[in-house]
């Protein structure tokens, strides 16, 4: 049976969520989770709530899902040993280190990889399972070809996002809340700049451009559950209770096979949506993702504005509507799509659809009246009834004991209890009395459903005491069934030995060469001598041409830069590109499929800036000898991994990777009549520039608004640098000034930074 995975941000929603009878629940700790602001749970607390969730059979996954500093690796042990103790059922990880620690210290707990390891297609998704993952949360960008491939290739079990927010930037790869303000993504602290106003250079337009809109996939459970998807996960650890409640609700009953209506698709539409439904990646085929009206909660279009008056010091706002509305529910006004206020509604004077509503600002006659809180669904989450535990039980009582039976799931729990009842004179107790009382269940989770009573002799049982032994019963079932519905006994195991890692690293040689300076190009003499002095030359798969092979065949520092993100199509297209590469041109690994697609070829491999490198746990886990390290650690940071490695020193930093096609949204374009031109797009802070990654898909990156440069003579000597010079002219010229620590001449209009080398990211 798939699995519905529901948000817990705090107490609030995780019982919203349990009432909405949800299978699992994901929750972060004080540490190390992606959603750092909110409210969460503590190493303090987790067990009493894993203990709550397995009592009403839903699992409980932490989420270990950001990036680990080498200083708070001692942290990390004791989130670990929190999850073992409190018996969850497994961690979602992003951060290597996480691997080995956890096959130390939490054994037992299941390891599912994160959306933020970037997985998307089966090459990644193997290298995980032969780590000990049991399961892969694949990145929103999977279309269901490639999911089909991944279970075709790996006995993974596969969790897909089917609701909620869309983050606009390839999986794991947004870098720009974290260079324009040193919060950062990977470490749980996004100030979202995707949803502030861009502008674009094609068309001149404006706007919201790369906020997307929010994912709805419940009319397509089905074709994900046929493809292979095993959980079916919604967003929204920052969302209300009444969200995460709601939104469980109606995929539950979805996944129950009852008809999905209208007013559910209202009722999803008022708790919270982005500018209306997308399908996302996977089932877009027009590229109806973004909204670039506004970048918040539209709610649902409720009626228009028929009047405004002035009345004394407030506005009294005439709307038609054939919804009910109440005092209390909120509303926000749209004019030709835009937002242009709102407020929580008080109702002045109401005759059957027409209303008179108090506002303190006015509105214009036409505007759109849309509801965004709707009180009355508000209140049905607030208090959430739980529900009940049904329980099947059998009581034989005996002068000196009482023993109860009870069959849970197909689990036989049996309590005994001594007893001293006295023979009756007279009114021996019988069993409907006994059954009555039995039955009073009351504010105690369970509901019993008697089977059986046997009374051995006529006996007197005063209420008290039988209410006394339910009592204890009671508390010795809840007991019982949170044994049943753990891990305890080794049910759930995520198979992962502690010889693994040295099983792995046995089957594949590991060819990764000593650290050294690398240089990103893509124009070049391939034919002059400056490069024999050149240990690591890193160039695009695009760019590679006869000269570039030839000049492969007799060297040994030539590696490939292949695409961050390979669908099904992609992936054919390069496995047939790589096959014909001489075996001495090495990978530069941006990805996990790349890094294991030069293990299954016997490539040397680079470990590259898009791995996110933090420490040195995830470095030695990879057999890794170079490696870029990520741009967003400081100096000292770096210096405290204890490992050389190469600083991204030069170039202008990639901060985000697009899957959709921004051209296509921007011109209204077909692929077969492509209106492609090199453009950026602009904010507050500067251009950044958009470059075009063509496979059999396109990709886009947007890059930094300044170009990285952090001087030669200001790195360790312990370490190395990494420079990128495409996109320069001149880059001979660069790439010797830049070794030779020389002055580098750029355009006076190029912005430098030195990134986040010398104040790190929080």
Known sequence: ???????????????????????????????FNARLKADNFSTQNLTEWVEFCHLYG??????????????????????????????????????????????????????????????????????????GFSRVVLSRECKIEDIKEIKKHTNLKIEYFVHGAMC???????????????????????????RKEYKESLTGSSGYLISPKDQCLIDNLKQLIDAGVDSLKIEGRLKSDEYVGLITEKYRKAVDGLTIDNKDYSE??????????????????????????????????IGEVLNCSKCKDYFKIEIKSDFELHNGDGVKIFRNGTEVGGFEISIIEKNKNNYKLYSKIPFSRGDIVNITLDSNLRQKFENPILPKIKVTVSCNIKNDSVHFVADYKNNKIEYFEKCNFELASNNPASIDEIKKQLCKTGDTPFEFEIDDIKIYENLFIPKSLINGIRRNFTDFLRVEIIKINSRNKGAISNKIAQNEIAVFKQKYQILSPENSDIIITDKIDFDGEKLKSITKIVVNHNNFNKIILNYAKNHNNLYVKLPKIAMKADLEIILDFVKNLPLSVGIYADNLYQYYLALITKRKVIGGLGLNIFNSESVKLLGLNSFVVSSE??????????????????????????????????????????????????????????????????????????????????????????????NFENQENIIDNYLNNSCIILNNSIKLTKGQYLRGVK
Do not use: W
């Not at 929603?13 to 949800?22: E, I, N, Q, Y």
């Not at 919270?272 to 973004?290: C, E, H, P, Q, V």
């Open 1 to 31: 049976m798939v699995e519905i995975l529901s948000p817990a941000g705090n107490i609030g929603a995780l019982k919203s969520a349990v009432a909405s009878r949800t299978d699992a629940v994901y929750l972060g700790l004080e540490q």
């Open 58 to 131: 839903v699992k409980v996954y932490v989420t270990i899902n950001t990036l680990i500093k080498e200083n708070e690796l001692n942290d990390l042990d004791k989130i670990l040993i929190a999850c073992e103790n409190s018996g969850v059922d497994a961690i979602i990880v992003t951060d290597l280190a996480v691997v080995s620690k956890a096959k130390k210290i939490c054994p037992s707990v299941a390891l599912h990889a994160s959306t933020q390891m970037g997985v998307h297609n089966y090459l990644g998704a193997k290298f995980l399972e032969e780590l």
């Open 168 to 194: 606009v930037c390839f999986s794991g790869g947004c870098l720009l809340s974290s260079i324009s303000s040193g919060n950062s993504g990977n470490r749980g602290l996004c100030l979202q700049p995707c």
């Open 268 to 301: 999803m539409k008022r708790v919270f949506n982005r500018g209306g439904f997308s399908k996302g990646y996977a089932f877009d085929s027009k590229g109806n993702l973004l909204y670039t009206k506004t970048q918040n909660h539209i709610g649902e279009k």
């Open 633 to 726: 650690l400081n100096q000292n940071e770096i210096e405290n991994i204890g490992l050389p490695c190469s600083v991204y020193a030069f170039g202008f930093l990639p901060v985000m990777t697009f899957s959709h096609c921004p051209v296509k949204h921007f011109t209204n374009c077909s692929c077969s009549d492509c209106k492609y031109k090199e453009y950026n797009l602009s904010d507050k802070y500067g251009e950044y520039k958009m470059a075009r990654i063509k496979v059999a898909n396109c990709y886009f990156e947007m890059l930094n608004s300044s170009c990285h440069l952090i001087e030669k003579n200001t790195i360790s000597n312990s370490n190395f640098a990494c420079i990128d010079v495409t």
